[in-house]
């Protein structure tokens, strides 16, 4: 257990400087392309000194003049303090992104606990359609919910859910939109897994003991199963927060993105990746805490 909270906090740093490096490089290329070891030294070095005093953090609201500034202009009156504002955004972000990752690991849960209970033949033609939903982009969902609001709306007067942010925060309909594709893919990943583990010796040794087909699942097919399907969560969290860009911004959400695209500066863009993989740091932690103290097998994520 020891080993396993040192190793982890070992890669949650090697991913804070990674991202440092990464926001730094973007620095060069915000206003100009301006390569240059040198240049990039600095950047890395401002930024980590606005990580590590992150109350002395100004945004400014023209950074491009700020850039390359003039005498004439009143510096004091185009900056301000990234906190508190900063707060509004990301817990707008994160409370979209770890509630559609709740509802996309319940329901893809749920999914194949009620598949189990189908004949081989089933489950292997769902596993086929499932294959097929999970290659429509991401964009066309998106535009496929809004668009059905709105036809509903113009044809019963009935709006079901905001649709776009703003002012007006919006939570149902982003949420349910991010974990559409995730909720499918985490759906056919443990659908694989299940199927595999119902090819095992075990599983025909213990229905001819009569155990019970819901007993069975529960207690040794979906927990043997799990640890396979907890090393995809990487991959499930890459969609979401791929998705997450393109819908904040069809969605005019006031989130992360919005923040960093107004303020395109690296300590922002560093603090804000930090920030928003913390919490997916530690909910994968305990994730492979607990599998690991219920399976006694490693997990790999």
Known sequence: ???????????????????????????MTMYGF????????GYV????LSLIHPHEMMVYKDIYSFKFRQDFYNWSDKQY??????WDYYFYSMRIFLSALFVAVLGGVLLTYLTSFFSKRIKQRISNVLSLLEALPDIFVIFVVQFFIIWLFKKTDILLFPIAGGFEKVYF????VLSLLPMLFFFKVSLFMTLEEYEQPYVEFAA???????????????????????????????????NLIILERLFNISGLTKYIL???QTDVIALSLILFYIPIFIIL?????????????????
């Open 45 to 48: 070095k401002s930024t980590v």
């Open 285 to 301: 932690l305990l994730s492979k805490m607990i599998i690991r103290r219920t399976t006694g097998k490693e997990v790999i994520i």
């Open 208 to 242: 001819s003991k009569g155990l019970r087909p819901n007993f069975l699942y529960l207690k040794h097919i979906f927990r043997n199963a799990i640890i396979g399907i907890t090393s995809h969560t990487n991959s499930i969290i890459w969609i979401m927060l791929s």
């Open 34 to 41: 301006d390569f240059s070891l040198s240049n990039y030294f």
């Open 1 to 27: 257990m020891f080993r396993t909270i040192i190793n982890s906090a070992l890669r949650l740093l090697a991913v804070v400087v990674g991202i440092v490096l990464i926001s730094s490089f973007l620095g």
């Open 173 to 176: 309909v982003p949420i349910v």
């Open 81 to 86: 303090s990234v906190f508190p504002v900063f």
């Open 262 to 264: 107004n303020y395109q």
